[in-house]
């Protein structure tokens, strides 16, 4: 069976925490920020973690495998 490829703009876009869940950052925080409140601007600044089966999707696309105990 061949080697699975990883997508190189998925792991650009998307960092793995410790615990091995996906980080992505946030969108619509990188111009017209006078239209938007200081508080939304702050937390469009804080990275995000991804949850449920797009997250699973996207560690899949990665080449990421689940941590196995022993």
């Known amino acids: 069976m061949p080697k699975v490829k990883t997508r190189k703009s998925i792991t650009k876009r998307f960092k793995v925490t ?4 996906l980080v992505r950052r946030r969108a619509f925080g990188r111009h ?5 409140s200081s508080k939304r601007l702050r ?6 973690t991804m949850k449920g ?3 699973k999707k996207l560690s899949k696309a990665m ?3 689940k941590k196995q105990n022993g």
Do not use: H, Q, S, W
């Open 18 to 21: 410790g615990k091995g869940k």
């Open 32 to 36: 017209l920020k006078a239209g938007k």
């Open 43 to 48: 937390n469009l600044g804080r990275p995000k």
């Open 53 to 55: 089966v797009y997250a």
């Open 63 to 65: 080449g990421l495998r």
